[in-house]
């Protein structure tokens, strides 16, 4: 083997052996805690707070769905979003959201569960 090509295989050994793995965060690296309800039916609105958690060994984001369901169990609306926006949020660290205007107010909503549904790094 020409000695350049070897120098050349041992730099890029070196290089790969030296950086860190980035693996793709879970979905299951990521929490919600602190989630509350608070409807307003005065104002015909609804807050739905919480923070979001970053469980990875790296910069991430998630994205989450909220449902709202009726008494029944129906489904009466779900909606998707991303509490950081296009911002990593570090490992450990934490982002507060607020998806209720992201809702219209409905008197039958009477239970909510939320869920991570996706992550990436931007």
């Given amino acids: 083997m020409h000695p ?10 070196i290089l790969l052996s030296a950086s860190p793995a980035h693996a793709d965060c879970a979905t299951s690296a990521f929490t919600v805690t602190n ?3 608070t ?6 609105r609804i807050s739905l707070k919480g923070d979001l958690v970053n469980q990875c060994s790296t910069p991430a984001a998630a994205q ?9 169990g129906k489904v009466i609306e779900s909606e998707d979003g991303w509490p950081a926006g296009t911002a990593n949020i570090p ?21 909510f569960s939320v869920a991570i549904v996706s992550v990436r790094q931007w």
């Fill in 64 to 72: 989450i769905r909220i449902i709202a369901k009726d008494g029944s």
């Fill in 39 to 44: 409807p307003n039916p005065q104002l015909n």
């Fill in 91 to 111: 490992p450990s660290g934490s982002v507060s959201f607020d998806l209720g205007p992201m809702f219209r107010f409905n008197p039958d909503m009477s239970s």
């Fill in 4 to 13: 350049r090509l070897c120098l050349v295989a041992a730099c890029a050994a």
């Fill in 35 to 37: 989630f509350k309800v």
